[in-house]
């Protein structure tokens, strides 16, 4: 039981229910017979009858938007950390039965890739003859600042053109530049790269190789400049005409902009954010980091790892991205939302019956989907840090 079910749900119930309330217009309150909140079950909250100000309905209407966007994502979370997991346990060769759960808590999670996790170290431990070391680069993440300004504008905080390199903090903004881009082109894996790439190169590197081919071309992570292809983004420099995502100024105004940190206006209600972060999780896009694994040692030791190398070079970046591009932002929107829901019973009389009702009942939502968030972020972490790719 989270803290919220524990402590947060019966003080609100408390201060705010009174015997005339719960038979009112025979609506109630969670735990009380006739108690619910319709909305927090498909995500239509128009029906919602709620009074008060049109700034107490639209922050209650955002606060319950936001959280059943936030359940809806960390269930999806764990269904694609599920999913990852057991594509490596397939991989080395693990039975159907010991990769089957169902997303809950985050307890599918934990029971398949806590499984997958101890057959990476038995597999590991009974291979003592092979060395095996990972280099993976960090996820990328982009939030779309058009869908998050949009959100932001509803609560009166809209971001101009001219603050956006302000908003994003820890990042960088980047988008379509059709005329001049003046800082960095990044172009996807699989195009023609003259720059840093972030996974392995195939082709010249101007630099030091970490593996080679028969003919001497790059065939593995080159700490210098990649001119060929590129198995994850890579970035160019100077790159006027830029066919990728350009950062770092465009001579035109950049479209389809885009934010590598956290995009939060200098200015902005810390609710108003963690709502529209919740509510816009989704739009978020991330590419997969390019991952290089080595394996030293005898010919056998080499073979009995063939399957797990295979799987990691698979299931290892998905599992990256949602370890810790993903995960980390839920988390901190998690407790912004649990914060919110212990603040907001203060205008809840305001707002009417339903109002307590939904409040209370986001309240317990977004405790739970938090907690699992939390889980999910220990059973990515036990997996990779098993192959020691954490």
Same mark, same amino acid.
Request: aromatic share 2%.
């Given at each position: 039981?989270?803290?919220?079910?524990?402590?947060s749900a019966p003080?609100?119930?408390?201060?705010?229910?009174?015997?005339?309330?719960?038979?009112?217009?025979?609506?109630?309150?969670?735990?009380?017979?006739?108690?619910?909140c319709p909305g927090?079950?498909?995500?239509?909250? =128009?029906?919602?009858?709620?009074?008060? %100000?049109?700034?107490?309905?639209?922050?209650?209407?955002?606060?319950?938007?936001?959280?059943?966007?936030?359940? !809806?994502? @960390?269930?999806?979370?764990?269904?694609?950390?599920?999913?990852?997991?057991?594509?490596?346990? &397939?991989?080395?060769?693990? $039975?159907?039965? /010991?990769? &089957?759960?169902?997303?809950?808590?985050?307890?599918?999670? !934990?029971?398949?890739?806590?499984?997958?996790?101890?057959?990476?170290?038995?597999?590991?431990?009974? @291979?003592?003859?092979?060395?095996?070391?990972?280099?993976?680069?960090?996820?990328?993440?982009?939030?779309?600042?058009?869908?998050?300004?949009?959100?932001? #504008?509803?609560?009166?905080?809209?971001?101009?053109?001219?603050?956006?390199?302000?908003?994003?903090?820890?990042?960088?903004?980047? #988008?379509?530049?059709?005329?001049?881009?003046?800082?960095?082109?990044?172009?996807?894996?699989?195009?023609?790269?003259?720059?840093?790439?972030?996974?392995?190169?195939?082709?010249?590197?101007?630099?030091?190789?970490?593996?080679?081919?028969? %003919?001497?071309?790059?065939?593995?992570k080159c700490d210098?400049?990649?001119?060929?292809?590129?198995?994850?983004?890579?970035?160019?420099?100077?790159?006027?005409?830029?066919?990728? %995502?350009?950062?770092?100024?465009? @001579?035109?105004?950049?479209?389809?902009?885009?934010?590598?940190?956290?995009?939060?206006?200098? $200015?902005?209600?810390? $609710?108003?954010?963690?709502?529209?972060?919740?509510?816009?999780?989704?739009?978020? !896009?991330? @590419?997969?980091?390019?991952?290089?694994?080595?394996?030293?040692?005898?010919?056998?030791?080499?073979?009995?790892?063939?399957?797990?190398?295979?799987?990691?070079?698979? =299931?290892?970046? &998905?599992?990256?991205?949602?370890?810790?591009?993903?995960?980390?932002?839920?988390?901190?929107?998690?407790?912004?939302?649990? $914060?919110?829901?212990?603040?907001?019973?203060?205008?809840?009389?305001?707002?009417?019956?339903?109002?307590?009702?939904?409040?209370?009942? /986001?309240?317990?939502?977004? #405790?739970?989907?938090?907690?699992?968030?939390?889980?999910?972020?220990?059973?990515?972490?036990?997996?990779?840090?098993?192959?020691?790719?954490?």
């Open positions: 039981m989270t803290l919220w079910k524990k402590v003080l609100l119930l408390a201060g705010l229910v009174s015997p005339a309330m719960i038979n009112c217009n025979g609506a109630g309150i969670p735990g009380v017979p006739g108690g619910d927090l079950k498909d995500g239509n909250f =128009a029906a919602l009858k709620l009074q008060g %100000s049109a700034e107490v309905q639209g922050k209650l209407k955002g606060f319950l938007e936001a959280v059943y966007s936030f359940d !809806k994502m @960390s269930a999806q979370m764990e269904a694609d950390l599920i999913a990852a997991c057991t594509e490596l346990g &397939k991989a080395i060769g693990m $039975q159907d039965d /010991a990769l &089957k759960a169902e997303p809950g808590g985050g307890e599918g999670a !934990k029971k398949v890739c806590g499984a997958v996790s101890g057959e990476v170290k038995a597999k590991l431990k009974a @291979s003592a003859g092979a060395k095996l070391s990972i280099d993976i680069a960090e996820p990328k993440c982009d939030v779309d600042i058009e869908a998050m300004n949009s959100c932001l #504008g509803e609560c009166g905080a809209a971001v101009k053109p001219g603050e956006l390199d302000a908003s994003c903090e820890g990042g960088k903004v980047s #988008g379509t530049c059709e005329a001049e881009c003046k800082g960095s082109c990044t172009v996807e894996a699989g195009a023609g790269c003259e720059g840093t790439c972030g996974g392995s190169c195939k082709g010249d590197c101007e630099g030091t190789c970490a593996a080679k081919n028969a %003919s001497g071309k790059c065939e593995g210098g400049k990649c001119k060929g292809e590129c198995t994850a983004s890579c970035e160019m420099q100077g790159k006027a005409d830029c066919k990728g %995502s350009c950062s770092g100024g465009c @001579s035109a105004e950049m479209k389809a902009p885009k934010c590598s940190g956290n995009f939060k206006p200098p $200015q902005v209600d810390a $609710q108003c954010h963690a709502n529209c972060v919740a509510k816009t999780a989704g739009q978020v !896009k991330c @590419s997969p980091p390019g991952v290089t694994i080595k394996v030293e040692g005898d010919a056998k030791a080499q073979a009995d790892l063939k399957g797990l190398v295979a799987g990691l070079e698979v =299931a290892l970046p &998905k599992i990256k991205v949602i370890a810790e591009g993903m995960l980390p932002r839920l988390k901190a929107t998690g407790e912004v939302l649990v $914060q919110t829901a212990g603040e907001l019973p203060s205008i809840a009389k305001e707002a009417g019956l339903q109002a307590v009702a939904c409040i209370a009942a /986001a309240g317990e939502m977004a #405790g739970s989907a938090s907690a699992s968030v939390s889980v999910n972020v220990e059973a990515s972490a036990s997996v990779s840090g098993s192959a020691g790719g954490g």
